[in-house]
């Protein structure tokens, strides 16, 4: 079934396999582990993760639809709710990809509902701040800020590493009041280079290696510490990593914790730490608009009518010059958009710019 399906650009379809492929070809002595991390995956993708084992043997899928059906059927004025500076913010049920799961257990006893306030309340309720990536997903830990009824708050911007503000909301500053009140930060992933130094790849991103790097069981890089070398390779079959998170070497030296997504290789699905140094790892996107770019993939490249690469427009072979009016972000990843107003994937490995 997943074989019948479309792929994209960044063949996500076609890494899909290849990581099904080596769970099931794998020696049966590891299986269990493999299985747990793909199932594990599965969850996150369903939204599932926060269930126990107990819970999701629990799940009705004929109720389940049955829900998502009557969601799906209500108009969206029902996901918007006013807030106190006259924006509306948007469920959070809509940014999560309107998954709702049902169960064949009996449906919980609603306690007695909580008494309306009084006309004249005299306490202030708290103000929280959500800091999220433009899909709605937390970026950091929500924070509560608490003070006295009339008093004044400053609801402050998180430093994240990889992402920068894109939409700071207009009522960062404000009084607390009997309503609670909540201020959301949105971000987007850093890509605009200064001169020569990148910016920290986000986390979710993909890096590769431009000389030999060794992967390391921890932060602290030592020989005993190596689980493996990675050569030096050319440009189109550098070793790739998904940035999985951050740690310090006890120098107080950043490195990333990844993951090996070279697939079909003996060190697929390895983890461990990588070096930050933009002499040896760089983002496998491009960060910045160039004037012309080369397809360097030997299958060539599509064009697409839509960034997130979908409705082919035209394809381009090996060694086409294409020229480019503007860079867009897309998630972690970046597209250019070419003089025609196609788009085509940043991908360093399938294209290359020229002068």
């Known amino acids: 079934m997943i ?170 500053i404000g009084t607390f009041t009997t309503e609670a009140q909540t201020v959301t930060y949105v971000y987007e992933p850093q890509v605009v280079q200064n001169g020569a130094a990148a910016t920290i790849a986000p986390k979710g991103s993909v890096i590769y290696a431009i000389k030999k790097i060794g992967l390391y069981q921890t932060p602290t890089f030592s020989t005993k510490q190596r689980l493996v070398w990675y050569a030096k390779q050319k440009r189109t079959n550098r070793p790739m990593f998904v940035v999985t998170g951050y740690a310090k070497s006890v120098n107080g030296v950043k490195r990333y914790r990844v993951k090996d997504v070279n697939h079909h290789s003996k060190t697929a699905g390895k983890t461990g730490y990588v070096t930050t140094n933009t002499d040896y790892t760089v983002r496998v996107y491009y960060a910045k608009r160039h004037v012309k770019i080369k397809v360097i993939n030997a299958k060539g490249v599509n064009a697409y009518q839509k960034k997130n690469l979908t409705g082919k427009r035209a394809h381009y072979r090996y060694g086409q010059q294409l020229k480019v009016k503007k860079i867009v972000s897309h998630n972690l990843t970046t597209r250019f958009v070419l003089s025609n107003g196609t788009y085509v994937t940043a991908n360093k490995k399938l294209v290359m710019t020229v002068k």
């Open 3 to 172: 074989e019948a399906l479309p792929d994209d650009e960044d063949g996500n379809k076609e890494n899909l396999l290849q990581q099904l492929d080596f769970l099931f070809n794998t020696e049966e002595s590891t299986l269990d582990t493999n299985a747990s991390r793909f199932i594990s995956m599965f969850k996150t993708g369903m939204f599932l993760s926060s269930y126990s084992d107990a819970q999701l043997a629990e799940i009705d899928p004929d109720a389940s639809a049955a829900q998502m059906s009557q969601i799906l059927q209500q108009p969206l004025s029902k996901y918007l709710h006013p807030q106190a500076d006259g924006t509306l913010q948007i469920d959070g049920l809509l940014l999560s990809g309107l998954m709702a799961y049902s169960t064949i257990m009996p449906d919980p006893i609603v306690p007695n509902p909580t008494p309306t306030p009084g006309p004249n309340p005299s306490t202030s309720q708290a103000v929280t701040v959500k800091y999220v990536d433009q899909q709605g997903k937390a970026l950091a830990p929500t924070a509560t800020l608490t003070g006295k009824l009339g008093g004044a708050y400053h609801a402050q911007a998180a430093k994240i590493d990889g992402y920068q503000v894109t939409k700071t909301p207009a009522n960062t």
